[in-house]
């Protein structure tokens, strides 16, 4: 089984400063890793994921991750956020466990991220 | 491509009535998952269909159920409900429904039971 933990229940922040959302995971099997940001009253939209290759996954709207195998990390970063980035973002696996992966995505408890003028 | 669709996007039921959720995956997508989202639990997953078959489940008691068409349309139901089964109901869609695959979102079933 595994686990998503997001360290940061909120992030407020100044428009314009940088951001970094923490995320760590925990699985006995390799995982493959997500995030998703939710807008007040939508769905969930895909920011990026890492499946292998290059740790640094660069996604949409400038946010970047970088996956440390070693520190079970996954942790979000905007060099400079604006208003319209304020929502709750949310860290995921999925693994190759076989049969008990199809279609499951373990979540963490979301970071709401909070952009001030 | 249109996105991932739910209806109804708002209900509101009593306790021990029953509830039917619709959701109509992107063409081409084979997966449909669903997830409830609460304040307390956050993202739960509750089961995956894929080619009429439910491929996987999460840990919900037999009142959640679902379905899934030969068009990949697929529905949920919950019947007893429970004050507790307030909750944001997502569907997700995916090509094949494997680890490697994306998931897209739909905007959600916002379900109230008084």
């Known amino acids: 089984a595994q686990s998503v933990t997001q360290l940061d229940s909120q992030v407020p922040v100044f428009e314009e400063a940088p951001v970094e959302l923490r995320c760590n995971y925990s699985?006995?099997?390799?995982?493959?890793l997500f995030w998703y940001v939710q807008y007040p009253n939508q769905g969930l939209q895909l920011l990026l994921k890492?499946?292998?290759?290059?740790?640094l996954v660069k996604g949409i709207n400038g946010f970047e991750a970088e996956f440390n195998k070693s520190q079970t990390s996954f942790h979000l970063r905007k060099p400079s956020v604006h208003i319209s980035d304020t929502a709750e973002y949310f860290c995921a696996v999925s693994d190759n466990a076989g049969g008990t992966s199809y279609g499951k995505l373990t979540f963490g408890q979301g970071t709401i991220l909070t952009v001030h003028p | 491509k249109a996105g991932v669709t739910q209806t109804p996007r708002y209900l509101i039921k009593t306790r021990g009535q029953q509830v039917t959720l619709s959701c109509s995956p992107i063409s081409g997508h084979r997966s449909v998952s669903w997830y409830q989202q609460t304040p307390g639990q956050g993202l739960q997953f509750l089961f995956e269909y894929f080619s009429e078959t439910q491929r996987n489940k999460g840990n919900f008691p037999g009142r959640f159920s679902g379905r899934q068409f030969s068009n990949s349309r697929s529905e949920m139901n919950v019947s007893t409900l429970e004050l507790g089964d307030s909750a944001l109901y997502l569907c997700a869609s995916s090509l094949d429904g494997i680890s490697t695959d994306t998931q897209y979102f739909g905007p959600g079933t916002r379900l109230t039971v008084l």
């Open positions: 699985s006995s099997v390799s995982v493959y």
């Open positions: 890492y499946l292998s290759g290059s740790t």
